[in-house]
């Protein structure tokens, strides 16, 4: 549970399909589940955990999170139970949450987020390569923190939210 931004970030590994069959693209995203707000998110050709070590790295620099502050919420895939993550996890003092193993609802907040995104009527059905999923995602993720309005913060944009403008809105 959070009371404020940057105190629980939850995050996932989606799959994107390429312009072939069997090409596929991760897409990485962190999300602050108190204002909805993506704070971080990334694509490859493959999972990797030390990708996703260097997106928390930056995502946590440009968030001004410091050690002990912030909570991380995952699922039980492979990068998020790695290693080179706990290493970080370790040394920023991050502490990790997991879903139980086989759980439908592992992570809501994050998953939502992917429903929207792929249940959009842009969404390619594939896209023409990496750069294409680049150029998407800037876009819809700019539309999503700044101009979506979400019934679970009271009809307001994750942005208005995460930069604690949101009690300024609401009178």
Not at 158 to 167: D, I, R, S
Request: aromatic share 12%.
């Amino acid at each position: 549970m959070a009371t404020a931004p940057r105190q629980v970030f939850t995050w996932d590994i989606t799959k994107l399909k390429g312009p072939r069959r069997g090409e596929v693209y991760n897409l990485y995203v962190i999300e602050d589940i108190y204002s909805r707000y993506i704070v971080g998110w990334m694509i490859s050709h493959r999972e990797k955990d030390t990708l996703a070590r260097q997106l928390f790295k930056h995502t946590c620099e440009r968030e001004g999170i410091t050690d002990g502050q912030l909570i991380v919420h995952s699922d039980n895939g492979s990068s998020m139970r790695s290693k080179s993550v706990a290493d970080l996890f370790e040394q920023m003092k991050i502490t990790k949450s997991h879903s139980r193993p086989s759980c439908s609802n592992d992570n809501p907040f994050i998953e939502s987020f992917f429903k929207t995104m792929k249940y959009l009527p842009d969404f390619p059905e594939r896209f023409d390569g990496i750069e294409h999923v680049r150029e998407y995602m800037n876009t819809f993720v700019d539309i999503y923190n700044n101009h979506m309005y979400h019934s679970g913060i009271a009809m307001l944009t994750p942005a208005t939210v995460h930069f604690g403008e949101h009690e300024a809105a609401i009178q």
